[in-house]
Nanobody, 119 residues
Framework: QVQVVESGGGLVQAGGSLRLSCAAS????????MAWYRQAPGNQRELVAA???????NYADSVKGRFTISRDNAKNMVYLQMNSLKPEDTAVYLC?????????????WGRGTQVTVSS
């Protein structure tokens, strides 16, 4: 059993900052990729940022230069530092982790954390 839990969401004014955290725990040997997605009401889920175990990153064009993804492999955690937030960043932010159990890799998702940016 693997659990993925996000935290750090909240209400912030436009131009402000938030830092999201995501922790993976349970039965696995290692985690390869980790990523943050977001989903606003009426919209499809979209990739925000992803990071490999070797710390290679990629970002959605809409967040480049404002958001930074990082991870702590020893703690099985991934973070998303969000600066210069805009109202259009409002969404539920979800984390996933690709966990290797010794035979195969499976992707696990958290339930999400709400980020609301007021104008």
């Amino acid at each position: 059993q693997v659990q993925v839990v996000e935290s750090g969401g909240g209400l912030v004014q436009a131009g402000g900052s938030l830092r999201l955290s995501c922790a993976a725990s349970g039965s696995f040997f290692s985690i390869s990729g980790m990523a943050w997605y977001r989903q606003a009401p009426g919209n499809q889920r979209e990739l925000v940022a992803a990071i490999t175990r070797q710390n290679n990153t990629n970002y959605a064009d809409s967040v480049k230069g404002r958001f930074t993804i990082s991870r702590d492999n020893a703690k099985n955690m991934v973070y998303l530092q969000m600066n210069s937030l805009k109202p259009e960043d409002t969404a539920v932010y979800l984390c996933n982790a690709d966990c290797f159990n010794g035979r195969a890799t499976f992707r696990y998702w958290g339930r999400g954390t709400q980020v609301t940016v007021s104008s």
